[in-house]
């Protein structure tokens, strides 16, 4: 049977926990582990403060950064809209991480609520 990337990202988000903007920056504020599963050139325009970018094709090779060193650890995964992280998030809890988290809606929707980004104040930067 054949799936649709929409289709895929559903069944997704069926098996992980996702919060919402509020929620999100509640976990932030309380120390949560926050990565940025966009491309490099994304979370360089602007991100979550704090934000570790770790990119969705690389993640699960990555286990061994220091933000995914603690598989008990509160997780926080966010993409700029919600699919990449939810598929992200289930791939984590499949190789054991148990506190993770998906953003509804990710850095769109924590923009468009108002909510605080970082951003680099390079030449090539905001």
């Known amino acids: ?3 649709t990337p929409q289709q895929l ?3 997704a988000k069926a098996q992980i926990k996702e919060i919402d903007i ?3 920056a509640q976990h932030i504020s309380a120390g949560s582990v926050v990565i940025d599963v966009r491309e490099p050139a994304e979370f360089e325009a602007a991100r979550l403060p704090g934000a570790v970018s770790i990119p969705r094709g ?4 990555k286990t061994d950064q220091p933000a995914l060193v603690d598989k008990a650890a509160e997780i926080l995964l966010y993409c ?3 699919g990449r992280s939810a598929l992200a998030a289930l ?3 499949r190789l054991g991480y148990s506190n993770v988290r998906s953003m509804t809606g990710g850095f769109d929707a ?3 609520q108002g909510q605080a980004v970082a951003k680099d104040t390079t030449q ?3």
């Open 124 to 126: 090539y930067g905001g």
């Open 1 to 3: 049977m054949s799936m």
């Open 58 to 61: 690389l993640l699960e090779f």
């Open 80 to 82: 700029k809209s919600g």
């Open 91 to 93: 791939n984590l809890q």
């Open 110 to 112: 924590w923009t468009s």
């Open 9 to 11: 990202v559903a069944e």
């Open 22 to 24: 509020a929620t999100a």
